[in-house]
């Protein structure tokens, strides 16, 4: 069934902060409602190493961040682009992605969930949901999530990494501070400096 959807996102600076704002109709609210259902069941830890590219945000285009300083607050989701640095830090209800090689120079606080893609970098990550550090992303700070945290190759966390779900760290990922989750798997190669503490 093909669902139709006009969005229009609208940005503004306003007072040194870029708040950006989404206006969406849909034909159908009951498949909105179904597709969320669907996202609310997915794990990254599920993948067995291919993370599907459009999660956790399939539209990137419509809510690309344009604007290079200052904070970013919205409701919706947010779109950190390659190769992009954010002088600020990222406030979304919803879902956030920092696309390959971009940087946030502050924290990203997402309502949903966090996907840094390969080489990226901010300060602190707190999601509601899960969090994804691809290959060689580096958070300075603590990773804080109400699922599930993924680590991938050669990733590196400076601070704690807090989960109310699973934790996986793969090959080579390092953590600096403790690592806390319902479940934790360390690869061999992985170095975790603190304490790791399993919840369940």
Known sequence: MTRETTRRRILQVTG??????????????????????????????????????SWPIEDR???????????????????????FLLDGSVIAGGSVVLEDDAEVDGAVDAGEHVRFEDDTEAEDVAAGGHVVLGPDAEV?????????V???????????VDADGDVVLEDDAEVDGDVTGQSVD???????????NETG
Do not use: R
């Open 150 to 160: 993924l680590v991938q190759e050669d990733a590196e966390v400076g601070g704690n």
């Open 140 to 148: 300075d700070g603590d990773v804080e999530a109400g699922g599930d």
């Open 16 to 53: 040194g902060t870029l708040a950006v704002g989404a206006t969406a109709s849909a034909v159908s609210a009951q498949e909105d409602d179904e597709d969320d259902a669907i996202d609310d069941d997915y794990s990254p830890l599920d993948a067995d190493g291919e993370i599907d590219e």
């Open 61 to 83: 285009d419509a809510v690309t961040v344009e604007e290079e300083i200052g904070d970013v607050e919205t409701g919706d989701d947010v779109v950190v682009p390659e190769e």
């Open 186 to 196: 360390v690869a061999d190669s992985a170095e975790v400096d603190g304490d790791v």
